[in-house]
């Protein structure tokens, strides 16, 4: 999702590896400005462009935007039609206009999130009127834990909240859900993971089964290449690697029954592809979701979400200039960060008995020889410390005061106000000993300075935690 993740902007000489952040030379100013002068310059699209824009976004931008969509997520360009889609103003507010639309806290019971879980979403749930009915769901080596979401969903079906469905319904809001699962299930925010077909098949058809919409954040998944090194040569790696993973939204259009609403939910951004000032993303789902969606009430109001802005992303789409971008620069650049990064902490950190943990791998089929090949992606990878360590915030104060090194620490992904979670965070194995470190801001230099500066903290932390056990 398109928001800050915390920690301060790195200045001098310090790293921070927690910052969520694009790096600003990888913004497309360029093409951005190109897209500008086309949209202003002729009076007809610049007065189209300068008012107040439909509820759902302007006609242009969501025809080229559902067939850039079907395009990679398909390769056809018309698998996805216009009325799947609406505009939003990113991936935060599109979260937030979700919940005021299909969720009332006296008839929805609870949200879900994986765990270790984007903690910033917390406070989007909290605004909505969900505190203290966060609830955490583990993940496990393919996705998530669904043995324990079901056994948790059956649970609250006994709770017997006080339902306010009829005079919700009465007041014009067509579809309220009983639940909301929240996750990233490509390239995840914090954990790494990359989900099986098979664990979102299972996913969507649980939703069906217990009144839930399953809201993804599905903002890394055009930023993908090989995990071997050896095969990432290609210029055009995304359209190499064939079409993208199929969305959870993918799998409850195919899949046979459902409701007309459908019971999910894919929450686009430009935000990691262009540059997060833009402010501009897309939903997608089934027409009767996005028709009722774009009637939400500040939209009645003030017209369509980052209506000018939309204008520039459907030029950039149109012409190209975006799968250039995103082909020719950014996904060479975050392999070449990735690989680096990762050989790093293959020779400082896994010798002090650092594990990578990003689940089972991932394979996609090449559209060059339709080989299997493992893919890697998105902007984070999740690591353990070894258990008999201190949890992975202690760490992170060291390394922050001694190393000038900042980065996301397991506690910080507790899902907020969830006993639960808490307890599984800070039990053996848990998520309270993993953190997370992103190569999406600095350069390859950097990057391996900053594990570095991380395993010298981690011996630092090593020798004194066996001298208090010497001395024992």
Known sequence: ?????????????????????????????????????????????????????????????????????????????????????????????????????????????????????????????????????????????????????????????????????????????????????????????????????????????LAREFDALVVSDDVYDFLRWPEDLATDLATDLATDLGPLPPRLVDIDRALEGGNTFGNTVSNGSFSKIVAPGTRVGWAEGAEEFIAAMAKVGVTASGGGPSHLMSCFMGDMISTGSLDKHINEKLIPTYSARYHGMMATIKSELEPLGVKVTVGKPFFSTSAKDSSEVQIAGGFFTSLTIPDHLPPSSVLAASALANKGLRFAYGEMFEVVGDAGSKERANAPGGFGHSLRLCWAWHEEDKLKHGVKRLAEALREIQESTNGIKAGA
């Open 1 to 205: 999702m398109s928001k800050y993740s915390g920690g301060a902007i790195p200045a001098g000489n310090d790293i921070n590896l927690q910052l969520g952040w694009p790096s600003p030379s990888l913004f497309p100013s360029s093409s951005l400005n190109a897209s500008t002068k086309t949209i202003l310059s002729d009076f007809a699209t610049a007065s189209s462009s300068l008012i107040y824009g439909p509820s759902l976004g302007g006609p242009a931008f969501r025809t080229a935007l559902s067939t850039w969509l079907s395009n990679h997520y398909y390769r056809k360009p018309d698998n996805i039609t216009p009325s799947r889609v609406c505009v939003t103003s990113g991936g935060s507010a599109a979260l937030g206009a979700i919940l005021s639309r299909f969720t009332d806290p006296g008839f929805t019971q609870y949200i879900w999130m994986v765990e270790p879980t984007y903690f910033l979403a917390c406070p989007i749930f909290q605004d909505a009127g969900f505190t203290g009915r966060m609830r955490g769901v583990p993940e496990d080596e393919e996705g998530i834990d669904l043995e324990f979401l079901r056994a948790e969903l059956e649970k609250a079906k006994s709770e017997g909240t006080e339902s306010t469905l009829k005079k919700t319904l009465s007041t014009g809001y067509p579809k309220v859900y009983k639940h909301i699962i929240y996750c990233v299930p490509t390239f995840s925010n914090p954990s790494g993971k990359t989900w099986s077909i098979s664990h979102r098949e299972k996913l969507v058809k």
